[in-house]
């Protein structure tokens, strides 16, 4: 549920086709950790769009550019972020939602183009949906 990309695929590789063809990926909604890190437009746009970092003391206030902080910390690893990706069917669900979006993993990686998609409108909600307290209550509701 939520997991982060941590395999670069290995279509020719046996144990990697074994893997990819029982695994799921459950996706809620727009979960931000499951596109990481080789969606870039999500490190490098919908993140630093989510919302203000910063901490408030008294007439101090710290705030962090996010944008410019990812850039210069990620910048030069795009290729290398690039190269993970998921493992198996991904399965999209969301709060409401009576059914479940499924997406098989395809070497051409077209499976991406979904999971790519960045909202409209961008907020703390990126990481309030990764919640493993979301994740069952929103299976639970599915029907059988």
């Not at 003391?57 to 910048?75: H, M, N, W, Y």
Request: charged fraction near 20%; glycine fraction near 8%; aromatic fraction near 8%.
């Amino acid at each position: 549920f939520g997991a982060p990309q941590v395999v670069v695929p290995d279509h020719s590789n046996t144990l990697w086709r074994r893997l990819n063809d029982i695994t799921t990926l459950f996706v809620n909604s727009y979960d931000v950790v499951p596109r990481l890190p080789s969606c870039l437009d999500w490190v490098f746009e919908a993140i630093p769009r989510c919302g203000d970092l910063g901490k408030s003391f008294g007439p101090i206030q710290v705030r962090v550019d996010l944008a410019e902080t990812l850039q210069r910390k990620l910048g030069h690893q795009r290729q290398a972020m690039c190269d993970y990706d998921t493992v198996g069917t991904l399965a999209f669900i969301g709060e409401g939602s009576r059914c479940v979006r499924r997406v098989l993993h395809a070497e051409d990686e077209s499976h991406r183009e979904l999971l790519g998609e960045v909202p409209t409108k961008v907020g703390g909600f990126i990481f309030e949906q990764h919640a493993i307290a979301g994740y069952v209550a929103i299976i639970a509701e599915l029907p059988p």
